[in-house]
């Protein structure tokens, strides 16, 4: 019986799965009147993500790691990437004392020692480039030009190894020259990476993978393995003592389930790969909630201690480090810190956490588990209601129970990947906020006009949070709620900065491929008509538009906002419910307003798609 009932909910689910469209075009009416359903292909919700079609082979013992991180330690000098200074900071251990700041470009995220040579290396995810800095003349050497949005870099003592996390490539740099030697194609979102030896592993932000590369000679890609089939947010990966396993601390969002609901599909984790078998080991998994009546949010690095007994695990969302055991997983303690922690070091009995939010350095005594120093070593450069704005978005405590932050659906602004069922209105897929505050109203159904209701609607209603303003708060009320809540509007003007991020699909100046622009010439034209509702320069008419004929699975509304194209690229799944994986597919399915691709040729089709891609 229960098992008819799963398929029979399946079923449903799947029947349902074609309606979504991006953009309608029938006008809006309050009370549709009965219509037949229109006959749309189904297409089967992605359950999991795809690995390896073959196992991969099991993996040597690895000698000492180089894990990718906001810090690194070169003999006493500890390096920390500022992001919103755009600098390095250089900390003297020794005396704890900062020794320099150093300007080094835009968005620091990442940075690496290169072995044996007093140079170390940065990220610059805003420039797209690789910064050089000498650390004994503290000065900034090169800027080398390597990708569009670069995650994390390691480093030996010929080549760094930087994740593209724009354009789903690891970039192999030649330090001699600073010019890039090879781009390997990888899976969506690559973000940290661990070197050891000749084995180079990268995580995958939003899917819980794990690709690895063989760099001994001329790099190549061996293969992925699926980690954690519900992983994501998975910033770094770190090698444990015995050189056996690697851990990652993430977040399970419940993939292996039909749909997702926040309160039982959010799973704060350090999942761990075995490399004797290259598998995810189940049994190793370190839940951080399954025995600490504390909530858990964003754990983001790791450190183990020297003897390989302890974990410390940092907690970007609730500004805190749990203390671990590495075997058993029972937490044993949780050490306050800096707001948003993203990184740990730990040397000999000292534990060093970057909190990227208030420009500071937690210094943690390990035998004690006690904080005995905290240095400044920036200023953030940020407007002082958008950095609060910006603590408020990355914090989970006092947000909703500690469990669920803004950032947990949209890291940098960005989305998840996933839809969820929450909603009053149906499933939604999580749309990126990058230039979305200027395209009013808000939400799928376009409910909300004014957006500080739909951000305290969403922490009231979806993340289960008291809100952020005092009294009464009706968001189906017309009453303006600017004002109410200094804390809202800071998160409000934080959310209204997010500008919208360059496409990797342009060419290096800025302009259009041949094949973009022979697909702006196609959506200019009219036929297909595309422009009737994503009309530019916002690409979007600002419309609700009526969708009665179709069916929507847990629909309780037939009116959708058109959604704009712009970013496109970097917004897939497709569709209010997320059930269209790829621009191809939307445009080749049976769906009444977008399936142009029958009266296009293959190569109009592909130069439309690379058009919308470059928006």
Known sequence: MRRALGLLLVSL??????????????????TPPPTSTRSITPVPLLLTPVASPEALPPLPTLGAGQSSRALALSGDILIGANMDSDSLTLVDTTHRTVVTEIPVGDDPRSVAVIPDSPYALATLYGDGALALVNLETRTLAATYPVCPQPYAVVADARRAYVSCFAQDQIAIVDLASGEVLRRLDVPDAPAGLLLSGEW???THFYSGQVTTLNILRTPFVLGTVNVEPDGELANTLVLDPTGTKVYIPQTRTGLALVSLQYMQDWFPVVSVLDLTRMSGAREARLTLSANDDRAANMPFDLAFSADGRTLYVVLAGNDAVAVLDADSGAVEGRIAVGANPRAIVLDGGTAYVLNALDGT??????????????????????????????????????????????????????????????????????PALHGAASLPPYHWSGDMVELHDSIEDTIRNVMSGPGLIEGDFDATVDR????????????VAYVASLALEPSPYRQPDGTLSPSAQRGMELFMSGSPDCGRCHAPPLYTDLQQHNLAGAAFSMEVTD??????????????????????????????????????????TAQQLDDLIAFLNSL
């Open 480 to 491: 303006v709620d600017a004002g109410r809540s200094p804390d809202l509007d800071a998160l």
């Open 559 to 600: 009116s959708f906002d058109t959604p704009t194209l712009r970013g496109l690229w970097a917004s897939a799944p497709y569709m209010h419910d997320g059930v269209v994986q790829t621009l191809g597919e939307l445009l080749s399915r049976t769906d009444p307003v977008h399936s142009v691709a029958g009266d296009l």
């Open 13 to 30: 689910l799947l029947a349902a799965c074609g309606a979504a469209s991006l953009a309608p075009v029938q006008e809006p009416i309050v």
């Open 200 to 202: 180079l592993l990268v």
């Open 361 to 430: 350095i937690t210094v943690i005594d390990t035998a004690r588990d006690a904080v005995v120093d905290t240095l400044q070593v920036t200023e953030p450069q940020l407007d002082a209601q958008l950095l609060l704005g910006k603590t408020l978005f990355n914090r989970a405590d006092g947000m909703s129970d500690g469990s669920i932050s803004c950032a947990t659906c949209h890291y940098d602004g960005g989305m998840d990947r996933r839809t969820w069922i929450n909603f009053r209105n149906g499933p939604r897929n999580t």
